[in-house]
């Protein structure tokens, strides 16, 4: 094929989707229904849970999970399904409320799209202490308000925001890959918080063994009590800590500043490339506290 002929077939196809483009942007600014290009209808469904169970499991959702406190001491999950996706929930025999969803579909079906007006799954539980939460959505937020006590939480998405208010006695991960993670409930034990585009949060640290934050854009602010072993880091974003580390923190980024409070009576290490440096004055220690920037300040006073 000619190099001129290959030219003209590229060109001519980006004209094709740039007319697309610009057809369906001219739909929806005159308010156009994109709901009559749908070719599944969802209806609403609900699930009256009445066995008793100590966790709850929600996979392979695709919409919004929220999780609310029950007004009547019962359980209740409402959704909206269609013929072919659709969803199943349970209590197995280990005692875990699962709720998962299902598409039936076959792949060619899958091409055409859909539009489900109401895109979350509620999920009403008493308020009671529960083992474990586990709960992942492929394009939603996650949201858990107070009231809730978990041992475990396990919370993750890939396109969506996670703000979860409950209590954690032992372990916490929460884990994005675009939006913000916000934690205000009391936090314990083992804390590890991942998200690639997005600020870290964690309001409410009590008695942490440690505690992971990592972010690529955006900034890290834990504030609370006790952290034995503290990491953070971040590439675009700057970190501020309002919580007392009693052995290690280590604490990197490449954009951004690193501010906040330690104990006295620690030695440190700090660098900045292309910024100040401002930490108390080292003593022999066994603690080991290390910050570093590359174009940022650093500025640690004692507490």
């Not at 290959?6 to 004209?15: Q, R």
């Not at 919409?63 to 659709?86: A, G, P, Q, R």
């Not at 409410?204 to 503290?230: H, L, M, R, V, W």
């Not at 675009?236 to 980024?253: A, L, P, Q």
Request: with cysteine; hydrophobic share 35%.
């Amino acid at each position: 094929m000619k190099k001129s002929t290959k030219i003209s077939l590229l060109v001519s196809l980006a004209l094709v989707i740039i007319g697309a483009v610009l057809i369906f942007v001219s739909l929806m600014v005159v308010g156009f229904d994109m709901r009559k290009f749908s070719n599944i209808s969802f209806e609403k469904k609900v699930f009256d849970i009445t066995d008793s169970f100590d966790g709850v499991h929600v996979s392979e959702i695709t919409d919004d999970i929220e999780i609310y406190l029950s007004d009547d001491k019962n359980c209740k999950i409402i959704c909206y399904d269609s013929e072919k996706i659709y969803h199943e929930c349970n209590v197995n025999d280990d005692g875990q409320l699962m709720i998962f969803c299902r598409d039936d579909r076959p792949w060619y079906e899958k091409i055409g799209f859909f539009y489900k007006e109401i895109e979350k799954i509620q999920i009403y539980l008493p308020n009671e202490l529960y083992e474990e939460i586990y709960a992942y959505s492929t394009n939603g937020n996650i949201t858990i308000p107070k009231g809730f006590t978990f041992d475990e939480a396990h919370l993750s998405v890939v396109n969506g925001k996670i703000h979860c208010s409950a209590d954690v006695l032992q372990n916490l991960t929460a884990e994005t890959t675009n939006g913000d993670i916000a934690l205000d409930g009391e936090l314990n034990g083992k804390i590890h918080a991942l998200t690639t585009n997005g600020k870290i949060v964690a309001k409410n640290i009590k008695n942490a063994g440690s505690a992971d934050f990592t972010t690529t854009n955006g900034d890290i602010e834990p504030d609370g009590e006790i952290i034995k072993y503290f990491q953070a880091h971040s590439v675009n974003g700057s970190i501020k800590f309002r919580v007392s580390v009693s052995d290690r923190m280590h604490m990197n980024t490449v954009n951004g500043s690193i501010t906040g409070t330690v104990p006295a009576n620690k030695s440190y290490t700090a660098q900045s490339t292309n910024g100040s440096v401002n930490v108390p004055d080292s003593v022999n220690d066994n603690g080991d506290f290390y910050f570093k920037t590359v174009n940022g300040n650093i500025d640690i006073k004692n507490k």
